[in-house]
């Protein structure tokens, strides 16, 4: 299984916060497990990305434990962050809008992404 590529599509965002962490923990299971993993951020998930909005969104309130710690520890575990450039264009946002370390992919660069993966999760 290391080496295996998958790719996980994310497509909810900061108006669903209880739905942005399950594709992160996926992600973060899967590198650990020696997995190339990617995460397109798509139609509402790209704003997820938006610099300042990750950091007010926590799973648990009065955790402490925000999205971006989230972010943060996938792009540390080698986690390939990517933004939809027709989604940021949906949500307003331009590449000055997004965290540090995030790819605009367009959508048929996530579907060459697709058919280059062993596996493909949709949340």
Do not use: N
């Not at 996980?8 to 997995?35: E, K, N, S």
């Not at 798509?42 to 007010?56: I, P």
């Not at 969104?57 to 986690?79: N, P, Y």
Request: hydrophobic content about 50%.
């Amino acid at each position: 299984m290391a080496g295996e590529r998958l790719l996980i599509f994310q497509t909810h965002g900061v108006l669903h916060p209880h739905r942005t962490y399950a594709p992160l923990f996926f992600a973060l299971t899967a590198a650990a497990m020696d997995l190339k993993v990617a995460v397109w951020f798509s139609m509402e998930g790209v704003t997820q990305l938006r610099k300042g909005a990750a950091e007010r969104i926590e799973l648990e309130a009065g955790s402490g434990v925000t999205l971006a710690h989230w972010l943060r520890q996938a792009q540390e575990a080698g986690v390939e962050l990517m933004a939809c450039a027709h989604a940021m264009g949906v949500e307003k946002m331009t590449e000055a809008d997004l965290i540090d370390g995030v790819r605009i992919v367009g959508v048929a660069g996530a579907l060459d992404r697709c058919l280059e993966a062993d596996r493909v999760m949709y949340f």
